[in-house]
């Protein structure tokens, strides 16, 4: 008897474990990805306009300065800074344990 009773101990100590570190995670996983996307598309939004609001500036407030064979270097500099923002943006990165 005393077998069977250690045996149903364990078994439930296994499903609490089971519970704790398998299925009470996955419950926030939902709301962890809803917010990543969300976040995600915000800065996609906010940094194409702000690559068009570069590119736009060039083409417009510097007068003649890009005017005629020299009309492709605004978009030579937004692509530069473009660039530059993907390399920061992927060496910011962080490889720890997401959580």
């Keep these: 008897m005393a077998r069977k009773k250690g045996l149903a101990e364990v078994l439930e100590?296994?499903?609490a474990?089971?519970?704790q570190e398998l299925l009470d995670p996955?419950?926030?996983v939902p709301r962890?990805?809803?917010l990543g996307?969300?976040?995600s598309l915000a800065i996609v939004v906010g940094a194409v306009a702000v690559l068009l609001a570069l590119l736009?500036?060039?083409q417009t407030e510097t007068g003649t300065t890009f005017a005629g064979n020299?009309?492709?270097?605004p978009y030579l500099i937004t692509g530069t800074?473009?660039?530059?923002?993907?390399y920061l943006l992927i060496k910011r990165i962080n490889k720890r344990r997401l959580g």
Excluded: E, Q, T
Aim: charged share 15%; no cysteine; glycine share 4%.
């Design 13 to 15: 100590l296994v499903k």
């Design 17 to 19: 474990y089971v519970r």
């Design 26 to 28: 996955l419950v926030k």
């Design 32 to 34: 962890w990805l809803a």
């Design 37 to 39: 996307i969300a976040g």
């Design 56 to 58: 736009r500036a060039l």
């Design 70 to 73: 020299l009309s492709w270097i």
């Design 81 to 86: 800074v473009l660039a530059l923002s993907l």
